[in-house]
């Protein structure tokens, strides 16, 4: 099993920045990824950023390449979500994510992860 705590979400202005954080707990393999996915009003839950925990490899939605990095902390087995010039369309509740194995466009669907986080809201103003 692996336990996931998120934290960070809030209120910002577009423009501005936020910095999501999941604290992860239990069961890993050399394969272990995690991700940050989102879920607005309406749509469907969808990848904002993964990586694979042991190379570092990342993969990114288009709509948040150049405002949005993923990184991990191994030593404090935490996942960061750092989010930059915020845009209203980001409002969503993101989740954080773990799978013990993905490989290539695989770690963008989010049936591969069977661990997760209870969610974050955050909020975009105008």
């Known amino acids: 099993q692996v336990q996931l705590v998120e934290s960070g979400g809030g209120l910002v202005q577009a423009g501005g920045s936020l910095r999501l954080s999941c604290a992860a707990s239990?069961?890993?393999?050399?394969?272990?990824?995690m991700a940050w996915f989102r879920q607005a009003p309406g749509k469907e839950r969808a990848l904002v950023a993964a990586i694979k925990w042991s190379s570092g490899r990342t993969y990114y939605a288009d709509s948040v390449k150049g405002r949005i990095t993923i990184s991990r902390d191994n030593a404090k087995n935490t996942l960061y979500l750092q989010m930059n010039s915020l845009k209203p369309e980001d409002t969503a509740v993101y989740y954080c994510?773990?799978?013990?194995?993905?490989?290539?466009?695989?770690?963008?669907?989010?049936?591969?992860?069977?661990?997760w986080g209870q969610g974050t809201q955050v909020t975009v103003s105008s």
């Open positions: 239990g069961r890993t393999s050399s394969n272990y990824a």
């Open positions: 994510a773990a799978t013990l194995y993905c490989s290539g466009s695989g770690c963008y669907d989010f049936n591969v992860y069977a661990y």
